[in-house]
């Protein structure tokens, strides 16, 4: 059993849904991240966080350390936002990175 | 313009041929580290540096080497390539390591035949 896990692998919806990518961890962390693939291979942080919830324009991240779970919303979806969304766990006292395997999403017009 | 730059962005070489991947940062960031991504694998962290002359092996260092002479520069090197390797390799930077977001690099796509 991996360590941190992505569900679910793939998604499909049309423009204007509401989306959930979940993420679940073993192992305890000082902080999780949120990490937005490109099509085109290109890899950008979209949210480090180690507690509570935080928005950066239609993205949230929120996280629950004591059921080690962390969830990424998009809200009114659009094309641009296909991509693969992995998360990464940073393991406590330790600066290596544990990532998921990844969600690819496709949002449809 | 902030960035983390690599080179080359694309390499086909030959089993045993040594290469070096460059990593480069203009962040002042003191944390860089290097990747790989593999179909169903996902990103696995190969070696890490926490500063100038501090590194450290990640989850899959094996067949790889490093070193951090200066701060801004972090090179992957391969000595003996050997097609387990083809793979897509990406560096990454960050201000203090663990608690500060990373930043990544274009990726450097090798194939070893």
């Known amino acids: 059993k991996n360590e941190v896990e992505q569900s679910p692998q793939n998604l499909t919806a049309q423009e204007g849904e509401f989306i959930t990518i979940n993420c679940s961890y073993s192992v305890g962390i000082s902080a999780l991240h949120w990490l937005q693939q490109h099509p085109g291979g290109g890899i950008v942080s979209l949210f480090m966080l180690s507690s509570g919830k935080k928005k950066h324009g239609r993205l949230i991240a929120t996280i629950n350390i004591q059921e080690k779970h962390s969830s990424l919303h998009i809200t009114a979806s659009h094309p641009r936002d296909s991509a693969v969304y992995i998360c990464?766990?940073?393991?406590?006292?330790?600066?290596?990175?544990?990532f998921g395997t990844g969600t690819r999403l496709q949002v449809f017009p | 313009e902030a960035q983390v730059t690599q080179n080359p962005r694309y390499l086909i070489t030959v089993t045993g041929k040594k290469l070096t991947v460059t990593c480069s940062q203009n962040m002042n960031h003191e944390y860089m580290s290097w990747y790989r991504q593999d179909p169903g694998l996902g990103l696995r962290q190969i070696y890490y540096?926490?500063?100038?002359?501090?590194?450290d092996k990640g989850d899959v260092p094996e067949g790889y080497k490093v070193s951090r002479k200066e701060k801004r520069n972090f090179p992957l090197i391969l000595e003996s390539p050997s097609p387990n390797q083809t793979s897509l390799y990406f560096c990454a930077s960050s201000l203090q390591g663990r608690l500060h977001e990373q930043y990544f690099g274009p990726g450097t796509r090798l194939t070893v035949t």
């Open positions: 540096s926490m500063n100038v002359e501090v590194t």
């Open positions: 990464a766990a940073r393991g406590d006292n330790t600066d290596k990175l544990i």
